[in-house]
């Protein structure tokens, strides 16, 4: 079992930032996928960004993102801490949502029902 712990929402004026952290406990997630999803009220759930795990011998982790987030959002992990984080630049108020980490069950993990475990979320509002 996998527990996953947001943090770091907020209020802040468009163009400003916020990173969100996302710490999972029960086990070690480095080698898993782990996504950011985030929910706008009265809208669907939907992807944000990925990143995958970190394999043996050194591999690297691998990021992906959802278009109207690139060059402004940024995942990645921390291994030691079992912690994975969402640095989110240049904020515009459609960014308002709550904010959800999951641990994906495929490499490349993209809907909903392909990530097993979630977080509770963290609020993010942008005002302009």
């Known amino acids: 079992q996998v527990q996953l712990v947001e943090s770091g929402g907020g209020l802040v004026q468009a163009g400003g930032s916020l990173r969100l952290s996302c710490a999972a406990s029960?086990?070690?997630?480095?080698?898993?996928?782990m996504g950011w999803f985030r929910q706008a009220p009265g809208k669907d759930r939907e992807f944000v960004a990925g990143i995958t795990g970190s394999g043996g011998s050194g591999s690297r982790s691998n990021t992906y993102y959802t278009d109207s987030v690139k060059g402004r959002f940024t995942i990645s992990r921390d291994n030691t801490k079992n912690t994975v984080y969402l640095q989110m630049n240049s904020l515009k108020p459609e960014d308002t949502a709550v904010f959800y980490c999951?641990?994906?069950?495929?490499?490349?993990?993209?809907?909903?029902?392909?990530?097993?475990?979630w977080g509770q979320g963290t609020q993010v509002t942008v005002s302009s």
């Open positions: 029960g086990r070690s997630v480095s080698r898993n996928t």
């Open positions: 999951a641990l994906g069950r495929y490499t490349y993990s993209l809907t909903t029902g392909e990530y097993d475990y």
